[in-house]
């Protein structure tokens, strides 16, 4: 299955991956080879056939709405690259005035 | 004494009688991986001043008379599994800083049962590999042979035993990465039913495939500790709502008049001679033992690499978006904004394999393509799940290889996903069905030893483990050990 530069650039835009000019051919001939494989599935008949999501039969559990957590703020801040007055630092997301 | 020969049991039995204190027994342990990992690279992180603590712990409490039921026994943990306060990296770089803030279930079940972690083990990054090459923490080396490859993704766990460096290992397999590195380093490895482990603090790749298990040295050792891993737990919503399993009681029960299935379409697969020849004499021993050998079709199975391979990497794609160098793990140096944060941190954190299978998830996920790839695979997913259900209503437990031959050299199939992704034909299939499956050693070529694998019906671990347990008490090849 052929990919073209431009959809593989798409899709690795969705993925948030930035990919370097010069690997994409290497990385293009390593996904259509893996594609290839998903062909096989073209011949078994699914007509009847339901998805299957999961291997459990399971409904979603449910339990009662109470907090169960501990508080872990900082304790999870300390994993943090950037963190100030106990947020999560990030470059600024929206222009405007600061 | 050299305790690291013994069986885990014997070790328990050892400790509860006082023949020696889990001091001296950690002692041995933490020695001999200063000694030999040097060359072997499978540990990430070894706990020795944790592992001394808790070992003391224990020894007090047997002075005390009132230790827990595993207290004292050493465990080796893959590195997917939280372990608070001690370093979690998944093999990745993205982790490579990452100080879990919490434990996983797993960990806590055997801890509260008085079991001494010395250290985390190596593996492919984000348990994506069958040979233990993508780990960000370098390559892990085979026992039998260290030019050979341990396989993956728990290679770390599995070198680690077969060495001898841990008395047994917490492992994960999605795909066969339990079952696969236990057939190449000659161990016992198995990978419960879907939902009998806890999979909370378990960092997710698949998250339907998933499943916790162990890698050991025998049948009997793999079902003591798997046993207390195992259980419902609140945390984890697919949890199944069992309580912990006897997976011991049942072990040396006669398999007499039970049945093995066959599945003819692997047998006409091209197969090594050796391979196959192991696989016979093993069928023998069986056959010895009074078990009834039936040929058995799994038509769809064929099916099981290219549906595994849209599952596991849409799955993928979507658990592993959690990784955008914000929270936690690596970021990149000086994004100039938030896109080039994301960007930048997940080519630079994420390695090779990695990142192919973020970008074929999604692919088969995105517009267009849904449908095409993704339901369909769901539908044939179904299709070998009903397969087995069929199959299931005639044997007891079906045997096949666990893998297409023994080890194969460092750095032989890295350059070829595709031909890596083969490893796991066999063993893919119980993760598409949620079924329990292990890999006993049954044969060795040019000095590597070769797994056969059981799979068993939905919840039958106890059956798997007796059969494996009655193969083992006939046949010495579990016994078998690389001289290193």
């Not at chain 2, 841990?166 to 939902?195: E, F, M, V, W």
């Not at chain 2, 904004?337 to 299978?357: H, N, P, Q, S, Y």
């Not at chain 2, 995105?366 to 339901?375: C, K």
Request: hydrophobic fraction near 35%; charged fraction near 25%.
């Amino acid at each position: 299955m052929a990919l073209s530069d431009q959809e593989l650039k798409e899709i690795a835009y969705l993925a948030r991956i930035s990919v370097k000019e010069e690997s994409l051919p290497s990385l293009k001939k390593e996904l259509e080879d893996i594609l290839d494989l998903f062909k096989q599935l073209d011949e078994a008949n699914t007509t009847e056939v339901n998805a299957m999501s999961h291997p459990l039969d399971l409904s979603q559990p449910t339990r009662k709405d109470e907090v169960t957590e501990e508080d872990l703020r900082d304790e999870l801040l300390k994993n943090a690259p950037s963190v100030k007055s106990g947020l999560f630092l990030v470059p600024k997301v929206i222009d405007g005035e600061n | 004494m050299d305790l690291h020969k013994l069986s885990l049991s014997k070790q328990l039995e050892g400790l509860q009688k006082g023949d020696f204190t889990s001091t001296e027994l950690t002692s041995q342990y933490l020695n001999r991986i200063s000694e030999l990992d040097g060359q072997l690279n499978s540990f990430i992180t070894v706990t020795e001043d944790q592992a001394l603590s808790q070992a003391k712990a224990a020894d007090d409490r047997y002075k005390k008379n009132n230790n827990f039921s595993l207290d004292g026994l050493p465990i080796a943990h893959k590195d997917i599994f939280c372990t608070k306060g001690v370093l979690t990296t998944c093999g990745s770089k993205m982790l490579s800083n990452f100080e879990a803030p919490y434990s996983s279930t797993v960990y806590d079940k055997l801890d509260k049962k008085g079991m001494v972690m010395l250290g985390k083990t190596n593996m492919d990054e984000f348990a994506m590999g069958s040979s233990n090459e993508t780990s960000y923490f370098g390559p892990v080396k085979n026992p039998w042979n260290i030019e050979y490859v341990p396989g993956g993704s728990s290679g770390g766990s599995a070198s680690c035993v077969s060495a001898e460096l841990a008395p047994i290992a917490t492992a994960t397999d999605t795909g066969g990465s339990i079952r696969q590195p236990a057939s190449l380093c000659g161990l016992t490895g198995i990978k419960p039913t879907y939902g009998r482990v806890s999979r909370y603090g378990m960092i997710a790749f698949a998250s339907s495939l998933d499943q916790g298990g162990v890698i050991a040295k025998s049948a009997e050792d793999a079902a003591l500790i798997l046993e207390a891993m195992s259980g419902h737990d609140p945390k984890d919503s697919t949890s199944l709502k069992l309580d912990q399993p006897d997976l011991t009681n049942n072990l040396n029960n006669p398999i007499k008049g039970m049945k093995i299935g066959l599945p003819k379409e692997f047998f006409e697969k091209e197969m090594a001679p050796y391979v196959l020849k192991s696989i016979e004499e093993a069928i023998e021993v069986y056959k010895s033992l009074g078990a009834e050998i039936v040929e058995i079709s799994l038509g769809n199975i064929n099916l099981s690499l290219p549906i595994y391979y849209i599952i596991a990497p849409a799955e993928c794609s979507a658990n592993l978006s959690r990784y955008d160098g914000v929270r936690y793990g690596y970021r990149c140096e000086d994004p100039k904004d938030i896109e080039d944060l994301f960007m930048r941190t997940r080519e630079e954190g994420f390695g090779a394999e990695v990142k192919r299978r973020i970008l074929i998830g999604t692919y088969a996920l995105s517009a267009g393509y849904y449908d095409a790839f993704y339901l369909k695979a769901q539908k044939c997913r179904q299709l070998v799940a009903n397969d087995f259900i069929e199959a299931f209503k005639s044997v007891d437990v079906i045997l096949s290889p666990t893998t297409p031959g023994t080890s194969f050299k460092s750095g032989e199939k890295t350059n070829d996903p595709v031909e890596m992704y083969l490893q796991d034909i066999f063993t893919i299939p119980a993760n598409l069905a949620g079924l329990p499956g292990l890999s006993i050693p049954c044969g060795e070529h040019n000095g590597l030893p070769l797994g056969m694998q059981l799979v068993g019906n939905s919840l039958e671990e106890s059956k798997l483990l007796q059969f494996a347990h009655s193969f083992q008490s006939n046949t010495d090849w579990h016994m078998k050990m690389p001289n290193i």
